[in-house]
Each structure stands twice: as C-alpha cells, then as structure tokens.
C-alpha cells in the first residue's frame, strides 16, 4: 500500500469491479427495501416538499440536495415522494460501491474489500438513511467519493496535482451540501503534512475549483427572490428563512437558529456527555458492526499503521472526529427520539470503520492461510457469505422500509382532516413536514404556523399582513383566537400547545377537542358535545372516522410491538395504539347504530 505511480491497469479493473458487484447488489437491495411513500425520517417530508416545489429547506438550506432534487422531481418519473427515496438508495449503494474500491486499489484481495463494503452497506444506520428522503445517504456518497480521490492522491504522487484540483472541488461541492464534510480537513491536514517530501500539487487553482464547488450556494438567494411573494396555500412560500438578501442568506448558512455550532436548540433538557459517548460506543461495536465488525476494524487499524500510516491516520481522524467526538460534541438529552437522531450524524465513522474492516479480514484470512493449507478463497468466500447472510437477515427488519406506509397514511390522514383557510399550529418536526408537504405536493391551502420558527421576523414577514401583525403582537394564543373569531378552524398537533392557547383566550371561553391524531378548537354549534350525552356522540364519531382511515387507507396494525423501528414510526403507532384503546369497544356497536 506504498505510494506508487502509476497504478497497475489491472489493479484500477480489479477495483471497478469489486465497486460495480458491492453498487449492483446493494442498489438491488435497497431497491427492494425502499420506503414506497413518504418514509420516517425526521426532515424527510420537508425536503421532499423543498425538492419538489423548488423550495428552500431547514438551514443550512442544503442547496446541493434540492437543487438536484428540483431537478430529478421536474422529471416527473414518479411522484416527488418515491422520487428522492429512490434517490437515496441510490447514493446509498454509491457509497457501499466507493467504499469498495480503495481496499482493491490499495493491495487487498476482493474478498476483503467485499467485506468491508459489505458490511457497512448492511449495517443499520447506513441501511436506513438509503431507504428514504433524507440528506445523510447523499452526504455518505460525497464523503466515500471524497475518500476515493483523497486515496487516489495518496498513491499516484505523479498525479497529485489534478487529484488535488478534484479534492479542492469536491470539498466545496460537499460543503454546499452538508456542513459536516469539515470533519475530513483534520485528517486531510495530517495526510498532507506526512506527505509533504513527496509533494502536495497544491496551487492557487486549488482555490478557485473550491470556489467554484460552492456555487450551488448561489440557489438559495436566487430562488429566495423568486419565491417572494409566492404564498404557499395560505402561507409561507417554501422558503426557510428567505435568503434573498444577505442577512437572511447567512442565517440560514450559519444555522443561526439552531445556536450555529449547536447539533439542535437543547430547551433547558439535562444532556448527559458520558451517556452520548456510551451510546456511540455501543453502536459502533454492537449495533452497526456487530462484535466480529468491531474486533475486525480494530485488526485492520492495527495492520493499517504498519503497511499505511499516513493514510491510516486519515481515517481514524475521520472515525474519531464523527464517532466520540461528535457524540460529546452534539450531546442530546436521553430522551426518546435524540439517540437516533445523533446516529444520522455518526454513520460517518461508521463509513470510516469499513475500510478498516477490510484490512482486518485481509490480515485475518492471510494468517489462516499460513496455518492451514487447506485454505482457499472458496472458504473465505463462505465465511463472507455466512456473515453478510446473518446480518442481513438480523437488519433487514429494523431498516427496511418495504410496504411500510404507517408514517405517510398518518402524515395524509392528519391533511386530509384540515380543511381549506384553517390555521395549523405544529410542533413535531414529522407533522410539520406532512403538512408543508400537503401545501406544496397536493395544493392544500391551510395556514401553517410551525411553532419553532413562529416567532421569527422572517416567518412573520412571510404570512398574509394581518395575520402576521397579530402574530408579532400577540403571539401563537392571540393569532389562534382570532382565527376562531374569524369562524376559521384552529388546528393543533400538540396537546399542551392547544391548552394553553385555549387558556389565553380573553373574550371566549375556547375547548379543545381531540379529532383523530390532532387537537382543534370546538366549533360553534358543538356546543352539545359539552352536555351530558355528548361524549357518546363524540364516541360514536371518533368510532366512525377510525373505520374510515382503516378504509381509505392501510390499515394500522396497533397492536404491533415496533422493536427496533424508527422512531417516527414507533411514536406514530403509539399515538394510534391510544386511540384505538379509547374506541375500540365502540367501534361495532356505535357505527351500526
């Protein structure tokens, strides 16, 4: 693994190879295990709405992802939906692909280097990011394709200066994407100062092809201008922040609403470092790789430092910065729902792992050779197939996403039920992207108020005039209980939110009302379900619209045990599992009735 110039031509075949099988097969998989509609991702439904609408996501805006997605949806090939999932899956095997590559180039058998790509194709986190919309399958293919070129620079000092206009490109091009690709600079600083007798094919062009990586940043003020003025149904016009000017451009950047250098806004919880930390941990040895993942990586990291060490010590940097470091970094409360968010982030060092765990079965497997004659590539073979067989079936439940349509009939149900010039107060991250969702998919025209972002002078510059001066002046309770004035439906998705809204209601006495997964304020001339009777009509309603979504859409199997599922999903079924409890008696009796 010495750095040489120029590589074998037989080599460089060896590696498309082993890249085309590993990319053929986990495309095949992924494929058959892909999320059919909108998938349980934390941001998934709102980046598809961004996508398909040419809209502006969730700072940092990720300007790359939907402007390829703008594209890819303007197709029209399938509905927005299944168009970046299938997107997804197709980074995802990208990556397995390009994880494969390098271990050939680098000496290693194709066995090995299947192995390695292999089993982080199959772990569970890497899994589930290829099975639906999200922002992190493309991310893992940017940074796999960057560890490519990176590998390549390594090798071929001859060739340093085009691999390096390629890296400076690529780094730009990652940025304009997702802002964590800066955890490779450490490691790349460290690859450059080890190399530095060889020559680094540094120049000033360097600069100008990271320049031009970054374009894509250029579609967040360019579209923002455009969707000025552009309601979306009754409200914003898919354009998070409005990055029209500079001000609003570096707020979303910057990330300025999440506390910029924070992974998310805390609220107060406790965060707990040591249990972040453990969780990693235990992911990484357990979750992910397995024991015999683990205990290879480590082999591998061992035999790295010998045969490569400038290289080696890239990819620990890599593994270190993404995985512990990460984890104490961006420390989430021990809350359901914050471990597996912080996953998403740490299938970087889980991407770092695999070419460590390819050094590790190569190492492992020439010392069995040497101890027994009988050793042959065919048992090499069968011991990669009885492994990837175990975990595969051990995974598949856990990540596939395969005739799995709780999260989208939920997210559909809640929009269906909202009727035109309604006003929506939502909190959840997944209901607030179902909706937007609604608005820029299917022309719903609601008036939607994401709570997070309500209080943000872009957010109120964006709503009709009235409704954001009374926004500004009064708040999410004033803005509610004029609407109601006004005989508008009140729309919420939180409990404690619609509470206290009805709470502050000053002239009128407001009630809430539980409708199906959502709250809403009671309408005048349902006065009667306050009096005594009025709960079994409220029943035998409530009974009646359980058997129409078990009708109109797949039914919800509420008393499935979701082990090991995501967590949308999980907090999704627990939310029907509630409602069923509380109708299911009635549902026989009051709908014949």
């Avoid at 149904?233 to 910029?260: H, K, L, Q």
């Avoid at 990819?315 to 995985?323: C, D, E, F, P, Y």
């Avoid at 968010?341 to 050779?369: C, D, H, P, V």
């Amino acid at each position: 693994m010495s750095p040489t110039s120029p590589l074998d031509p037989q080599l460089r075949r060896r590696a498309l190879l082993s890249g085309g099988i590993v990319g053929l097969f986990f495309f095949l998989l992924y494929l058959w295990s892909l999320a059919p509609a909108l998938p349980p991702g934390y941001d998934s439904a709102e980046l598809i709405a961004a996508c398909a609408a040419g809209g502006i996501a969730h700072p940092p805006g990720y300007p790359l992802y939907t402007l390829l997605g703008w594209g890819l949806c303007s197709l029209h090939l399938w509905d927005p939906a299944y168009t970046m999932n299938l997107f997804s899956a197709l980074c995802g095997a990208g990556s397995c692909a390009l994880v494969a590559a390098p271990s050939v180039l680098g000496g290693l058998g194709i066995v090995a280097s299947l192995a390695g790509a292999s089993l982080y194709g199959l772990a569970l986190t890497p899994w589930r990011m290829a099975m639906g919309a999200e922002v992190f399958a493309f991310h893992l293919f940017l940074v796999a394709l960057f560890n490519l070129v990176a590998f390549l620079w390594y090798l071929e000092p001859a060739k340093r200066r085009g691999y390096g206009l390629a890296l400076a490109f690529l780094l730009g091009l990652a940025l304009s994407h997702h802002q964590t690709i800066i955890l490779l600079l450490p490691g790349l600083g460290l690859l450059f100062y080890l190399e530095r007798s060889k020559g680094l094919g540094l120049s000033w062009w360097q600069a100008g092809a990271f320049l031009g990586g970054l374009l894509p940043y250029l579609w967040l003020p360019l579209r923002a201008r455009v969707l000025e003025g552009r309601p979306l149904g009754e409200g914003w016009a898919m354009n998070w922040g409005n990055p029209s000017d500079w001000e609003g451009f570096y707020w979303v950047i910057s990330r300025s609403g999440y506390g910029t250098l924070q992974l998310s806004t805390q609220g107060g919880a406790e965060i707990d470092c040591l249990a972040s930390l453990g969780g990693w941990l235990l992911s990484w040895g357990w979750s992910q790789f397995f024991i015999v993942g683990a205990l290879l990586a480590l082999v591998g990291l061992s035999s790295g430092l010998n045969k490569a060490r400038p290289w080696t010590l890239y990819l620990l940097s890599l593994l270190i910065l993404a995985g512990p470091i990460w984890s104490l970094w961006a420390a989430q409360p021990q809350a359901p729902g914050f471990g597996e968010m912080l996953e998403r982030f740490y299938a970087t060092s889980y991407l770092a792992s695999a070419y460590f765990i390819a050094w590790g079965w190569q190492r492992l497997f020439n010392k069995l050779s040497k101890a027994k004659k009988s050793y042959s590539l065919a048992l090499e073979s069968l011991c990669l197939f009885s492994l990837g067989i175990g975990v595969l079936f051990y995974n598949y439940p856990a990540a596939s996403e395969r005739g799995a349509y709780l999260v989208n009939d939920t997210l559909r149900s809640m929009a269906a039920q909202i009727p035109d010039k309604a006003l929506v107060l939502a909190q959840n991250d997944a209901t607030c992207g179902g909706l937007i969702y609604a608005q820029a998919v299917e022309g719903r025209r609601f008036l939607l108020v994401p709570v997070g972002v309500a209080h943000s002078p872009w957010f109120i510059e964006s709503l009709p005039p009235q409704e954001g001066a009374i926004l500004a002046h009064e708040g999410l309770a004033g803005l509610a209980n004029w609407a109601a004035s006004q005989g508008r439906d009140v729309y919420f998705d939180v409990q404690r939110t619609a509470l206290s809204c009805a709470l502050a209601s000053k002239d009128t006495p407001r009630y809430v009302l539980r409708e199906g997964l959502l709250y809403r304020y009671l309408r005048p001339g349902e006065e009667e379900l306050l009096a005594p009777g009025g709960q079994e009509l409220y029943l035998q309603r409530e009974s009646a619209r359980l058997q129409r979504f078990q009708t109109d859409y797949h039914p919800i199997p509420w008393n499935k045990d979701p082990i090991r599922r995501p967590f949308w999903e999980k907090f999704y079924l627990s939310q029907w599992k509630q409602l069923f409890l509380d109708f299911q008696t009635d549902i026989p009796s009051r709908v014949d009735a």
